[in-house]
């Protein structure tokens, strides 16, 4: 069932990402708001969470205070969704590209790892009122051996590192910035990777990495984005000219911009993956098992 349950996660997680922009003219002033059906999304799934803890509540006595947790872990990732998608944030990163960095990494390295710690997959399926029979149907192999492949430790990363690379490139980038469609993939993309990534590192799965591998893999993937971070900060071109003609209206110009943009990659989701290894790092030397940041 835990291929299920995942899956499951993965849909209602990454799905508000697609089209969550909503195109507006590149001078107008940016608020709160998202395409309806995102909206929906969100609310769905934390409808579920509710009504499925609410029943583990009742039969978890000696669980309470793990799922207290968790369930302040989801919130956590939640509201960082919300906050990343719906709220004028979203509408400043079409003309700030320091915005639209901000909401990249609150997606990737803020709103992935809490909501996986929050563990809302056995959650969500408790919520199911006809959950024996989804579990069912979802177990057939042409569903199973495709997610099993995606969580290996290996192609998330992988993954990941496409996804964030390949929609920094100038073209792609552009285009997202020109197409409200394009712009909700790039946030699906990012979102549904880094869920995969921070599930293989993080997660309860059998294929999890062992604890020199999960190091690796939040070293490698520090210096990758890293790396890129600081391409845009030390650049002298600019890389997205869509940004001249709208980053002035805050002050900067578009190269200024860019490097500020290139800062909030390089620096906080660096130390958000060191953050993440220390943590791991300190289980495993106080000889615990190495459950995802202490909160099983």
Known sequence: MRFLTALIALLLLAAPGAQAHVAQAPDAQPGWGAEP????????????????????????RAGRPRLLRQ????????????????????????????????????LMIVAAPLLVMGRPLAVWI??????????AALHHPAVRLPWQWLTLPLVSWLLHAVALWAWHAPLLFEGALADSTMHGWQHTSFLASALLFWWAVLGDGRDRPQRGGAMLYLFTTMLHTGALGALLTWSAVIWYPSYIATAGLYGFDALEDQQLGGLIMWIPGALAYLIAGLALAGHWLRGRKPAPLGIR
């Open 126 to 135: 408790w919520a199911l009122p006809c959950r024996d029979t989804v579990g």
């Open 37 to 60: 059906w995102v909206l929906v999304l969100l609310a769905l799934s934390a409808a579920l969470y509710l009504v499925g803890g609410a029943r583990l509540w009742l039969r978890a």
């Open 71 to 106: 369930a302040g872990l989801f919130a956590g990732g939640w509201l960082t969704l919300v906050a990343a998608l719906a709220s004028p944030l979203d509408g400043l990163g079409v003309q700030l590209f320091s915005a639209h960095m901000l909401q990249h990494e609150l």
